[in-house]
């Protein structure tokens, strides 16, 4: 398995504060801390990392022309959202959305379930801080979805990614499906 810099920064900032019994000064593992402004009017910054099963990584962010991430043999898939504000981000949001499709073996019918709505991030990484308080420039989520594909059906996601700052402004990664070759 490949490992991602976020997943090698997160290893390492909690080995370290393990190792030396102390917490963290900066309570951000990634990015820098911040004084959480009252407003903020600039839009952050979103990436959305698919870690596939052979090794592969797929990158998408808003506007990007993917729509559909292929899982030869189908496995399981890291999602790793990371999201961006220089002035502090609340929320680091995946959303993923299962679709099931399941083939009756005598008569070839095809039954679909999902995607359903959503009416929370599938996982998140929030800061509840307020104004005043501190906050931190970047925050990563991540999630693993088991993509598969048989003869008798399959289980694709719908997935996309949010990032939200403290002045609760939303920037949204392109709605991607996530399925098994």
Do not use: Y
């Not at 970047?138 to 996309?160: D, I």
């Amino acid at each position: 398995m490949k490992l991602s810099k976020p997943f090698l920064i997160l290893s390492l900032a909690a080995a370290i504060t393990m190792m030396t019994g102390c917490p963290n000064p900066s309570h951000c593992l990634l990015g820098q801390e911040v004084v959480i402004p009252q407003t903020d009017s600039t839009d952050p910054t979103v990436t959305m990392d698919f870690h596939l099963p052979n090794g592969s990584i797929v990158t998408v962010t808003p506007g990007s022309a993917t729509s559909t991430v292929s899982v030869p043999g189908g496995g399981n898939v890291t999602v790793m959202v990371n999201a961006k504000d220089g002035e502090g981000v609340r929320d680091s949001q995946i959303w993923a959305a299962s679709i099931t499709e399941k083939i009756d073996p005598n008569t070839g019918t095809v039954s679909r379930a999902g995607p359903g709505l959503l009416g929370a991030p599938t996982a998140n990484n929030a800061d509840n801080g307020g104004p005043g308080q501190k906050g931190c420039t970047e925050r990563l989520a991540s999630t693993n979805l088991a993509v598969s594909k048989s003869a008798t059906g399959s289980v694709s996601f719908e997935v996309t990614a949010a990032g939200v700052n403290f002045g609760g402004r939303t920037v949204r990664t392109t709605t991607v499906i996530l399925a098994a070759q």
